[in-house]
């Protein structure tokens, strides 16, 4: 009875215990399969999360990014890029050659006679223009000099010089100097069909090599062989004795020459400062005359240059009445030069 007693009064104990075993079992099972629903509902959003991703990538990439064919024709067209123009040639970018610019080269110019002004000066049409052209290298006697007059031979060397120019087609070259002289003459070597002119009146009596000034020299060695022809033989004027000299022709030589090979000439007098010979300038001048020049020892007085120049625009040279040496500046022998 006791032991009955005692496992009745264990029931409820035992009845509590298996109770609260049985509430934790079923709270555990509870919780296994709310654990096992929700592992199952998150592999199922895990899983189904790259397709929800896809389909909300697909939506967004229209507006967030167009295919590259959409690129491709939504984008402007781009024009090719255009080439930069040809630079054209050099010497259509350089302004026009000067006068007084080098010449460097050995090419025959055509050009057209105007007139003959002397033996080694002549006017012709050069670039449209008409242009005095001085000759390189020689020398001829004057034939119109406001101080020196005409000088033997003067006339001789202006005829032949007139024969030659107008015998055939005349043409010019430069040499690498200067092309011009401070008168605004052309420097140049004369050709007729390709034959020098200087040469012929160096050979033939009439010329001196004169005015050489480099580097203007290209044919020197040659003027100076016809040059040493003509004196050889005594003719034009290497007939008279010590008439052509280093810096020009000697006025009082002239006396002395032969009566078959010469033609007497008058002189002018040299007047008071004059120089004698090389046409009474430096450089290569050969004065062409001015028409208001007179030759002699009358003595023409102005202030100064813009006095003279009003009379006598270009200047005058040695011995003429109206020269001063304080108007001669550079000491050339030629006052009031422009």
Known sequence: MDLRMKKLKAAPAIFLIALILFL???GTAAEEDAVEEGAEQVQTEESSEPEKKAEETTAKKP??????EEKTESKPEEKPKEKP???PAAEETKPAKK??????????????LVKT?????????????EENVRYLLIDTPETNHPRLGKQPFGDQAKERNRELVNSGELSIEFDIGDRTDKYGRLLAYVYVDGKSVQETLLREGLARVGYVYPPNTRH????EEAEAEAKKKKIGI????????????????AEQQSASSSTPASTGSTGSGGVSGGGGTSGNSNYDGDPNAKSGTTSEWFQNCTELRKKYPDGVPAGHPAYQAKMDRDKDNYACER
Do not use: M
Not at 99 to 112: F, L, M, N, S, Y
């Open 24 to 26: 934790t079992g079923c």
């Open 63 to 68: 507006a967030e990014e167009k295919p590259a």
């Open 85 to 87: 123009a040809a630079q």
């Open 99 to 112: 006068p007084t610019e080098t010449g460097g080269t050995t090419d025959h110019i055509p050009v057209e």
């Open 117 to 129: 002004i002397d033996g080694d000066t002549i006017k012709v049409r050069y670039n449209g223009q």
């Open 220 to 223: 020197l060695t040659p003027f």
């Open 238 to 253: 290497w007939s008279i004795e010590d008439y052509a000299t280093d810096s020009g022709f000697e006025a009082s030589a």
